[in-house]
């Protein structure tokens, strides 16, 4: 990463500062595009190997989550049973980020659609205890299937 991308994505101990690589990457689709080339197989393949042990398991469990935020994006959809969407309005991300979220959404499925397509959805504009009664809900609804 640091021969494509610079020695300036490094922190002060050397260490790939994710914050100096969104910096770098957003701004340039084409180092974008190599760097999701590069992790996008990688966390795909770590996602099933995890998927496989678990399914090995003497009891496994009836329900694994996985976060992927650019799952529609990506086609990811096809490898799951079900998607649950949890969307915030553009201002409220920007306040919850860590990192500035500038660049980033003229690339991304719009919300409504992520909604449409998927099996649940979710508004997340409460409190956490809101957001914990939505994914209980969501939880039992597997469960029972």
Request: hydrophobic share 40%.
């Amino acid at each position: 990463m640091v021969e494509r991308l610079g020695e300036e994505i490094l922190g002060a101990q050397g260490e790939i500062d994710r914050g100096r690589v969104a910096e770098r990457v957003f701004g340039d689709r084409e180092a974008l595009a190599w760097l999701e080339s590069l992790l996008h197989p990688r966390v795909s393949a770590e996602y099933l190997r995890w998927r496989d042990q678990l399914a090995e398991l003497p009891n496994p469990p009836r329900v694994t989550v996985t976060e992927v935020p650019l799952l529609y994006e990506v086609g990811g959809e096809t490898r799951f049973d079900k998607v649950v969407v949890i969307t915030a309005p553009e201002q409220l991300r920007e306040t919850r980020a860590n990192v500035s979220l500038k660049g980033r959404s003229d690339r991304l499925i719009p919300d409504r659609e992520k909604v449409e397509r998927a099996d649940f959805s979710y508004v997340n504009t409460g409190s956490l205890q809101e957001l914990d009664a939505f994914i209980a809900g969501v939880m039992n609804r597997l469960t029972s299937l």
